[in-house]
């Protein structure tokens, strides 16, 4: 690595359904500043998204580059699903949009496989789940992405999603109780299904789990959905 890679200042964005955060890191994934946060606009379409960013990113200080996780599929930099946002987003180009607005080089991926990114040990199969806004998924073998993997709208039990099941909605209508027994459920399934060496559990909802977690499974701090942006100019 040389001497200008090792002072590259990365500004990390992570757009939430509920919030959008912010943080600048040294190419160790050291942060540089203090995190900050702003609400998610309502409607959280695209203009006011991008506004509440260029606010966040103007007190960050300098920064060499940026990456965003975006809670949706990503191809390209461009936005294919954005279930917890708003239908506007449906093909907009936020990579270039970005980097117009800011003026600085812009990646963009799904806000899950940036978590992972920044939590996964590289080897084997490792599954990375958020509970927030909604149910986020990213697959790794290897330390190798299984791209655009959508996980929380397949079906997963009584003619619902795993989101529909398991998201801040399901929540807040059935309670604490329920929902951990819905998560263990979900965890079990997931296992069987993918047959996993590590499960990363990541998002604001973590902390309303209350149940015993399996030795394979593992509670990463909402950090690592910022931390993982380094990871991403290395991919």
Known sequence: ???????????????????????????????????????????????????????????????????????????????????????SWIDFDLQTTLKDRLGKPVRVANDADIQGLGAIAGTGVELVITLGTGFGSALFVDGILVPNLELGHHPFRKGETYEQQLGRSALDTVGSKRWNRRLEKALTYLQDLFNCDRIYIGGGNTKKIAVELPPQVKIVPNVSGLLGGIALWHY
Do not use: H, W, Y
Request: glycine share 12%; net charge negative; with cysteine.
């Open 1 to 87: 690595m040389t001497e200008q890679d090792r002072s590259t200042r990365t500004l990390a964005v992570d757009i939430g359904g509920s919030g959008i955060k912010v943080m600048v890191l040294d190419n160790e994934g050291e942060p540089q500043t203090e995190r900050s946060r702003l609400e998610t606009p309502q409607p959280p379409k695209p203009e006011p998204v991008l506004e509440a960013i260029a606010s966040l990113a103007s007190g960050q200080g300098e920064f060499d580059r940026v990456s965003v996780g975006f809670p949706g599929v990503v191809c390209g930099g461009v936005i294919k699903t954005a279930v917890n946002l708003d239908p």
